[in-house]
């Protein structure tokens, strides 16, 4: 898996120029994943990230000003990943809410399983979440979305967020009963908005 941090984030130091630089940052980014998933935000340190990824301290610090910034990479990394798979899945869906529902939350879900330091960090902020996604609904509706909607999704996304959060507390799998839920109170509460 490929760090994907963007050069143009102001959250590296110095963005990776030659191939090597890349594959160390993807590595430095992967140990912080697996650690996170091992020690939490708190057990996370530097050095612990650069001895696991098999590299100098130096070279942490020639990519991140700390931890913050390195877990920070972490988040807009999946929010790539996330995307990408995303909207390959929306290209053949159905314009309903249901379909288009279940496909974002399904996609949650399966990073929360299965990706490394997913369950801590997932994308950073809701904020960055709902605008993301509003550009790939107007990408796959084929329109631009309004003000009214933005903002609906952004209480819709917040909810969401909360429900699953809720549904991953005491089961790592995630509670199939409180996700599905989840996936009924937005469909139901988007329901207002026209795909047509």
């Given amino acids: ?107 949650y879900v399966a990073m929360r399983r299965g990706v490394a330091g997913f369950a801590t960090v997932d994308f950073g902020s809701s904020e960055a979440l709902s605008g993301r996604l509003a550009a790939l609904l107007a990408e796959h509706l084929g329109a631009p979305v309004g003000e009214d909607f933005r903002l609906a999704l952004r209480i819709a996304v917040e909810t969401c967020d909360a429900i699953l959060r809720y549904a991953f507390r005491d089961d790592p799998a995630g509670d199939a009963r409180v996700i599905a839920e989840a996936k009924e109170l937005t469909q139901a509460y988007l329901a207002r908005f026209s795909l047509e």
């Fill in 1 to 107: 898996m490929s760090a994907q941090v963007r050069e143009s984030d102001a959250l590296l130091r110095r963005a990776p120029v030659q191939q090597r630089s890349v594959e160390r940052l993807d590595r430095i980014v992967d140990a912080c994943a697996a650690l996170l998933d091992e020690v939490g935000y708190e057990g996370l340190t530097t050095r612990a990230v650069a001895r696991r990824a098999g590299v100098p301290i130096g070279s942490v610090y020639r990519f991140f000003h700390d931890k913050r910034d390195l877990v920070a990479a972490l988040g807009e990394r999946n929010m790539e990943e996330y995307s990408a798979r995303l909207a390959g899945r929306l290209a053949g869906a159905r314009r309903d809410w249901v379909a288009i529902v279940d496909l974002v939350v399904n996609e």
